[in-house]
């Protein structure tokens, strides 16, 4: 059983973080963070999958070790530390089921060529009950009818939403591109 927490368009009221020096992970980061403290006391372990490799990415997982105790998985081997293989389109390993207190997911979905929500209960299927799962992905790109159907929830609009053209770091390549945030609690 889930409980969604949140669900919607983030938006430039979101806050904004320019040490990731990126016009949606400026928001996306900080919106985890947020969504982290909001949401639960002190996690104890946290797995970040999909973290990617370099730059802004190694940013914010360095932010994430530092203030918690996290794992981080992505389809390419990692020599940083507490990194793994691991593929969101596969089920984890069974000793990952209802593992972790917190499952995280940053705009990577919208990417893989799978059904999403098979992706998202591939996620969820590694939190523990009570925990949660926090995810961000682009719009168009995430599958929003099938999630919105899964969640049996419509996503909340925002009339100043995130894009490529509105964020502080504009980058016009991605001004048709919304930010989906999704928060669920498994119950």
């Known amino acids: 059983m889930i409980s969604i ?18 016009w949606s992970r400026s928001y996306e980061y900080p919106y985890i963070l947020n969504s982290i403290k909001k949401y639960t006391k002190t996690p104890s372990i ?3 999958t999909s973290w990617g490799w370099e730059g802004v990415h190694n940013i914010f997982r360095e932010k994430l070790d530092s203030l918690y105790d996290t794992v ?12 793994k293989i691991w593929d969101i389109t596969t089920p984890p390993a069974k000793e990952e089921f209802d593992f972790y207190d917190i499952v995280i997911n940053v705009s990577t979905i919208e990417e893989v060529k799978h059904d999403h929500v098979f992706i998202l209960k591939n996620l969820l299927s590694m939190v523990k009950t009570g925990g ?17 159907n899964w969640l049996d929830k ?6 100043n939403r995130l894009n490529g053209n509105t964020s502080l770091i504009p980058n016009n390549r991605y001004g048709h591109l919304n930010v989906i945030g999704l928060v669920i609690r498994k119950q």
Do not use: C, W
């Open 46 to 48: 946290i797995h970040n």
């Open 72 to 83: 981080h998985s992505d389809i390419k081997k990692s020599n940083h530390p507490h990194t």
């Open 5 to 22: 927490q949140d669900f919607r368009f983030l938006s430039l009221d979101d806050e904004f973080d320019n040490t990731y020096g990126n």
């Open 154 to 159: 419509k996503i909340e609009y925002s009339n």
């Open 132 to 148: 949660l799962l926090i995810v961000t992905m682009d719009f168009p790109g995430a599958q929003l009818n099938k999630i919105e």
